[in-house]
C-alpha cells in the first residue's frame, strides 16, 4: 500500500511565523499535492508538483510556497502565517500525471495560528 | 471550468438499510469519477474510481457507484449501511479536455443510526 506520511499531526504557530509542513511518500509515485480542507469549502488545491523541482499554483496558493527537491518529500511553506491560514491541510501523491489517477492522502496537518 | 455537486451537506440512514450519496459533475471531456472516504482525524481513503466500461463500479468495503452519462451523474451506493461507515465521503471528477486535477465536491456526511 501506498504510504503518505505527514511529518506533523497538530501544530501550533504564531501569527508572522514562516511555518513548513512536510510530507513524504513511498512508492515513487510522480506526482504529490497540497490541500487545504476547510468545513463547507471542501478540499481546495494549493499546489501540485508533478516532477522534482516543477510545482504549478493551484487554486488558492496566495500566501504559501512549496518545495520539492526529492520525488518522494513535498514542502508546504507559509511565508509568514496568518490566522486565517488556520486550517487542515492535506498532502497526497498520485502515480502518474493526469484526470484519471486516484489520490493517496496522508492523514493531515491541523495547524493553528495564534 | 470542472465542477463537482455534492447537493446534500448530510445523509441520515438506519443501520441495515440502503444508503445512496449524490454527486453531479460538470467536466470537458470523457468523465473520471471517484468516491473517497474520510473518517475523524484521518486523510482521505480512495473507495472506488469510473474510468471507463460498465456503468455500476464496485469497491471497497461493499460500496459501488452508479455512472448515468446523460444525467452527468455518480451516485455512491450501499445495500445495507453499517454504522462504521459514518463518515465524510467526497466525489470527484476530472475530465478528458480539461485540467488534468481532479475537482473534490464540498462533501457529504453520512450519519447511520443503530
Known amino acids: 500500500d501506498v504510504k503518505v506520511t505527514q511529518s506533523s499531526r497538530y501544530l501550533v504557530k504564531r501569527t508572522g511565523e514562516k511555518v513548513f509542513l512536510e510530507c513524504v511518500q513511498d512508492?515513487?509515485?510522480?506526482?504529490m499535492f497540497w490541500y487545504r480542507q476547510d468545513p463547507g469549502l471542501g478540499l481546495r488545491l494549493i499546489y501540485f508538483s508533478y516532477d522534482v523541482k516543477m510545482k504549478e499554483k493551484g487554486d488558492i496558493p496566495e500566501g504559501y510556497s512549496v518545495s520539492r527537491e526529492k520525488k518522494e518529500r513535498f514542502s508546504l511553506i507559509l511565508e509568514s502565517a496568518s490566522t486565517n491560514q488556520t486550517s487542515m491541510y492535506l498532502c497526497?501523491?498520485?502515480?502518474?500525471?493526469?484526470?484519471?489517477?486516484?489520490?493517496?492522502f496522508g492523514d493531515g496537518t491541523r495547524l493553528s495560528i495564534l | 471550468a470542472q465542477s463537482v455537486a455534492q447537493p446534500e451537506d448530510q445523509v441520515n440512514v438506519a443501520e441495515g438499510n440502503p444508503l445512496t450519496v449524490k454527486c453531479t459533475y460538470s467536466?470537458?471531456?470523457?468523465?473520471?469519477l471517484f468516491w473517497y472516504v474520510q473518517y475523524p482525524n484521518r486523510g482521505l481513503q480512495f473507495l472506488l474510481k469510473?474510468?471507463?466500461?460498465?456503468?455500476l463500479v464496485k469497491g471497497s468495503y461493499g460500496f459501488e457507484a452508479e455512472f448515468n452519462k446523460s444525467q452527468t451523474s455518480f451516485h455512491l451506493k450501499k445495500p445495507s449501511a453499517l454504522v462504521s461507515d459514518s463518515a465524510l465521503y467526497f466525489c470527484a471528477a476530472g475530465g478528458s479536455g480539461g485540467s488534468y486535477i481532479p475537482t473534490f465536491g464540498r462533501g457529504t456526511s453520512l450519519i447511520v443510526h443503530p
Open positions: 497526497a501523491s498520485s502515480l502518474r500525471f493526469g484526470p484519471n489517477q486516484p489520490q493517496h
Open positions: 512508492m515513487d509515485h510522480e506526482n
Open positions: 467536466v470537458s471531456g470523457n468523465p473520471y
Open positions: 469510473y474510468i471507463t466500461g460498465d456503468n
